[in-house]
């Protein structure tokens, strides 16, 4: 049985319709099962991290784990959750699990990284085989912007120029699914990246091709951006690595990858092909 943490985010949800899809005996993990749609055959049971007693119960049974979590860096003096995680698995018996983590793996001298290096270093020194998947930008992150595009013509998008890689979250599913099933990824860490290098002015600009219609971009203020995060409850020194780490030089990050098309045999999908393919999404 193979359990599935966070399986309403992007990643987790498609990771579940891909192994129902193949047969696999998937058990889903959500605060609200109740609400949860999934594919027929899916297992969907209650697990909430701030309930550990649910989350040892979700694990029962299992022997792969697809890891995700959702605490945010600078919530707490140190990630709680994923060590969280990997307690239950090792209990469970888990044999092999993944973990959904970030594009540096927790590189830098920040909050941010220093945050990542704990998150990967529980899952990496459990004792349990592991796969570190360490996506970049989420073409999945302009759904932000849907509100705005039902709305009107005027899309508000901070860093609009920064450069990176986006990748479509089916396929780092698609890598999360191969590395559960097969064998060659056993304590093995892959950087994911989409097909080419685009900045979010470029992303709108292809997702008003997909829409047919124009859309006009306004890139917000810095300081506006970093203190409606303040308000929103981010830490200040995870703010801070925020806007530093944004505003610096590009680096590896924009930075086109093969690991998709090795690992898939298969090239990664393109922005334009997914803003087509979630077009109606950005219609009202």
């Not at 003096?77 to 699990?97: F, N, S």
Request: charged share 20%; with cysteine; net charge negative.
């Amino acid at each position: 049985m193979i359990l599935v943490t966070g399986s309403t985010g992007n990643v987790g949800r498609e990771l579940v319709a891909q192994l129902a899809a193949r047969g696999e005996p998937v058990r889903a993990v959500t605060r609200r099962p109740g609400a949860a749609r999934f594919p027929a055959g899916v297992e969907v049971v209650y697990g909430d991290l701030e309930d550990p007693a649910s989350i040892e119960a979700a694990f029962s049974g299992t022997d792969r784990a697809f890891l995700m979590s959702a605490q945010q860096p600078g919530s707490a003096e140190h990630p709680t959750h994923d060590p969280q995680l990997v307690e239950a698995a090792q209990r469970a018996g888990v044999g092999r699990a993944v973990k959904l983590s970030v594009f540096d793996g927790g590189a830098g001298d920040d909050t941010i990284g220093a945050w990542n290096r704990e998150a990967e270093a529980a899952v990496m020194g459990s004792g349990i085989d592991w796969t570190m998947l360490r996506p970049g930008r989420f073409m999945s992150n302009a759904l932000w912007w849907a509100p705005m595009i039902c709305a009107g013509d005027t899309v508000t998008i901070p860093f609009a120029n920064r450069p990176a890689v986006p990748i479509d979250p089916a396929d780092v599913a698609a890598v999360a699914l191969a590395s559960l099933t097969t064998e060659g990824h056993r304590n093995r860490a892959y950087q994911l990246s989409g097909p080419e290098v685009l900045t979010p002015a470029d992303e709108l600009r292809l997702l008003a091709e997909a829409l047919g219609r124009p859309l006009r971009l306004v890139e917000s203020p810095i300081e506006a951006v970093r203190s409606g995060m303040i308000a929103a409850g981010t830490a200040e020194p995870v703010v801070d690595a925020i806007v530093a780490r944004s505003l610096s030089e590009k680096g590896a990050e924009a930075e086109v990858l093969s690991t998709v098309s090795d690992i898939l045999g298969r090239p990664p999908t393109t922005f334009a092909a997914w803003a087509r393919s979630h077009a109606e999404l950005f219609s009202g």
